[in-house]
Every structure is written in structure tokens, then in C-alpha cells.
């Protein structure tokens, strides 16, 4: 019996198997041939299989644990180059939830609803500085009232609930989130943040990702957009 | 709860689209006078981890400061060009791998949209149609080009011509 080829032993593994005389290969592009593996050759690789698990089939054997460990250097090659990019990536994200912690919940999550919502018109322009500041704008202040009323309504909510269920409750459940009750409360005026909004962008085959760096509440200022792409090191 | 890591992290798988300005002038009922010419400030940075510090004459960036940027410890600046940014053809700025950044101003009536494209000195694409659409002032930044043990980043300001 003929040595299956990898591609045939994929196929074979994958149940990817024709039945005889069910596609003319002639009518395929020479590139597609390689990938019908049919009934009867199918059989055979069956049996060579058998053989070699026997170890009746002495190098075949071997042949096997070999393209098994390719394909395992292959797996490990991938991950060792995708292992830099992996730890950057979380340090990036672990600084951004630290920096979440010392953030009011409730103004974080106003900031998150930013999203979903469409700009309407364009606010005027600001006067023009040189600084390369952020400019400052007033949505933080201006939403301070509500979320300030909207934490209290959540406190009280919470309050209400142990109430209502007592000491039955469960004690690891958390209360109701104030983000879910400011997203809900009617009166909340839209977010009106300001910074550039990203309309369109092509990352390639590149693995991308876009920030929304908030600004600082004591200055007042605005989004920064941040598009971080995913570079490769230059093939020497 | 939203998770505040998902909102914030999006796939190149699909092609993403933040809205993030919601107006400040919806209650005002008329749309800003928009500039006829604008130009940019293009700052380059260098971005690298080798314990030197932010350069003093970028103490104004508070961004470099927090995450994403707070990633790597050393920044400098590399060049700093304002250029005109105009319908009819893109402008250019060259990068410090030989490469350039294209700038073009797109057609919209009341806001200042920008598209933008990067290529490397290789004539490796690296950014390709970016559009942004933003007021006078406003800032963002392009990161993660490979160069010189480092990456660059790129900040872009909206601006009146002097």
C-alpha cells in the first residue's frame, strides 16, 4: 500500500471522503485533485493504518509520529510568535481596568453608553489653541448632577431589594448595578461627549484595536481615539 | 454590566465603527460654521521601553500617561509638520521608515472629516482608509508601526491654517 500523503491522512481523519467515481477529477483544477480522497483510497489508508499501529509497517510507523510532531512544532512555532503581542495586549488592558478601579462606576459606565449613540449635529468650534492638550469640555461637570442623582437611586433601589427579600436573599448575589439604572432612566440627557469619532477603518490582515482613552474628570476633558495596530517585526 | 474591556476592544474581523460624538449642539438647532481650508499637526513619536521617560517637550500629552500608551515607558519626538489638508488631493507626510502618511479631506458639509492612509518605506500598506470625523482641536492617534525597537505613534490634530 502506497504511504497516505499528510493531506491524505487529514482528509482520512477529517471523514472528508468521496465515494468512487462520484467526482471526475477531470473536470477539477489540478490543485483541487490533491484534496478528493476517495472511498477506495480510503480503504487503504485504513488499512496501512492498522499496520502501522501494529507496527508491521516499520518506517510508515514512524512516518506518522513524524508528521504528528510537525504539526505540533507547527502549533507551538504559532504560539511562541503570537506570545509577545498576547503580553503587551494584556498589560495594555490590565492598566485600563486598574485605572477603571479608581473611576466612579456609575461615570464609567455613562462613558461606555457613548457608543451606541449617533452624533446628531457638530457643536460649534472651539476657539483654536497650540496647545496639544485635550481640549477641556464640560460633560463631565455637566453630568455630574445626574450621575451623583442617578448613585443615589441605585442606593436606594439596593435598600429596597434587602428589604423586600430580607435575609433570604442571596449574600453573594450583587445589588442592581447603578449602570443598568442610569442607562435606564428616562431623563438622562444624551452623552454629548466630544473627541473624533473613527467612521471607517481597514486594518488589513492586521489585528487592530481602537481606544477610547477617557479623559481627566478634574480637567474636564475630552475622549482621545487611539487606532492600534498590530505590527510585525521586519523579516530580516 | 457592559463590560468596559469588550466596548472598548474591537476586531479587525469586523469592520468597526465608533460613534462616539454624540453633539453638543443638538440643542443649538443650527450647524457650525465649518472652515474652507484645514491643516493638521502631525506629531511623530517614538515609542520604546528603555526607561528614558516622556521627552519634557511632550508634557502637554497627558494621553502618553495612561493605556494604551502607558505600555511603553520612553517617548520621543521624532518631528512635528503642519500641513494644509485639502478635497482634491492628499497630502503627504514623509515618516521616519521612509514611509508616508496621506492625508485627505473629505467632502462633508458640516463637520471636518479626515481620511488617512500609512504606508511603510517598505510600500507595505500598515494603515489603509482610516476616516475620522472630528471638530477643531480634536486629537487622535495612530500606533504600533514597528521601528527602531520601538513602535511609532502618530498624533494628528485638526487645525485652522495660520
Redesign the interface.
Known sequence: VRTPTELELMLFHDGEIVEDGAVDLATLPEEDRLAVLFRSRADEIAHWLERAERGGAGEPALGVAESLAVLGDLVRADAARQAPFVS?AG???G???R??VTESPAL??VS?L????????????????A?????P?PVRARLRPWITGSGLLAAAAACALFVLHGPDAPIGEEPP?P??LVASAPSLP???????????????A????????PG?AS?R??????????????RP | ??S??R??????LA????????????A?GK?????PQLAT?V?VLHATNRGGGIDPS?A????LK??????YDTYKQLSRTKVLVSKDRATNVGLPDQGKLSLKRLDVP??Y?LGANIVKG?GE??????????????????????YDGG?LVI?I?L??PS
Do not use: C, H
Request: glycine share 6%.
Open positions: 503587551v498589560a495594555v488592558m492598566a485600563v481596568e485605572r477603571e464609567s459606565s461606555s457613548a457608543a451606541p449613540v449617533a452624533p446628531v449635529s457638530s457643536p460649534p468650534p472651539p476657539p483654536v489653541s496647545s496639544w492638550a485635550a481640549r469640555t448595578v449602570a443598568m444624551a452623552y454629548d461627549g466630544s473627541g473624533v469619532a473613527v467612521d471607517t477603518v481597514d486594518f488589513g492586521k489585528m487592530g484595536t481602537i481606544f477610547l482613552q481627566e480637567l476633558d475630552s475622549v482621545t481615539t487611539v487606532v492600534w495596530i498590530r505590527d510585525e517585526e521586519p | 454590566m457592559i468596559r474591556r466596548m472598548l476592544t474591537l476586531s479587525s469592520v468597526p465603527t465608533v460613534l462616539l460624538g454624540a453633539s453638543q449642539a443638538f443649538q450647524p457650525p460654521a465649518v472652515l499637526d506629531l511632550l502637554q500629552l497627558r494621553q495612561d493605556p494604551p500608551f502607558s505600555s458640516t463637520r472629516k517598505s500598506p500598515f494603515l489603509a482608509n482610516l476616516e475620522v470625523t472630528g471638530d477643531l482641536n480634536d486629537i487622535f492617534f495612530v500606533a504600533g508601526q514597528v513602535i498624533g490634530r487645525v485652522a
